[in-house]
Structure formats: C-alpha cells, structure tokens
Nanobody, 123 residues
C-alpha cells in the first residue's frame, strides 16, 4: 500500500515562509521522481515542482521559480518544499505525488498522491 502524507501547511502573512513535508511508505522511494502540485478553489490542479529519484535534478513552474525549493531525503523517504516570499496567489491545497522513473509537469504518470495540506497566505 503506497501512502503519501503531507504536513506543514498553515496560515502565513505575505512575504513569509513555510516548509512542507511529505512522508512516503510502501514504495521503493529512490526509484520514484517526486512532485508537488497545488489546487486553489475553483481552479485546476497545477504543477509546482519536481525532483528526480536521486535528487540530482529539479524543475519548477515559472510562477514559483526563485522562491520555492524542492528537496528530498531518501534515507527518510521524505520530500520537502521550502516556500519563501509567499504571495496571496500561492494560497492553495498542496499535494505531493510519486511517479515511477522520471518526473513530469503533467499529473499523468503520477500513481500515488497525498491527501493535501492547506497553505493560506494573507495580504
């Protein structure tokens, strides 16, 4: 049973920071690329960031580039999203997801998803 559990969301003022965590179980973690996606009310779920299984490469959506950092610790079966300089437009439910092999900016191919954690940025 593959399980992903996000944590670390909350309420923060614009310009502040949050660090999201995702704990994985039931999979060979290093064989999976990991991704972060987010979904605001009334909007489609969108790509945020992805990282290769080894942690050697990362890729970000233009909207978060320079502000967010994705990382992973394979010894802990965990992936993280450090979010700095947060804006009200970052308000959304954030999901982590696992994809066998290489990563993708599309939701296609990610075969396991967490339940999501709420991030709210006040102006």
């Amino acid at each position: 049973q593959v399980q992903l559990v996000e944590s670390g969301g909350g309420l923060v003022q614009a310009g502040g920071s949050l660090r999201l965590s995702c704990a994985a179980s039931g999979l060979t973690f290093s064989s999976y690329a990991m991704g972060w996606f987010r979904q605001a009310p009334g909007k489609e779920r969108e790509f945020v960031a992805t990282i290769t299984g080894s942690g050697g490469s990362t890729y970000y959506a233009d909207s978060v580039k320079g502000r967010f950092t994705i990382s992973r610790d394979n010894a802990k079966n965990a992936v993280y999203l450090q979010m700095n300089s947060l804006k009200p437009g970052d308000t959304a439910v954030y999901f982590c997801a696992a994809r066998p092999g290489s990563g993708s900016i599309s939701r296609l191919g990610y075969d396991a998803w967490g339940q999501g954690t709420q991030v709210t940025v006040s102006s």
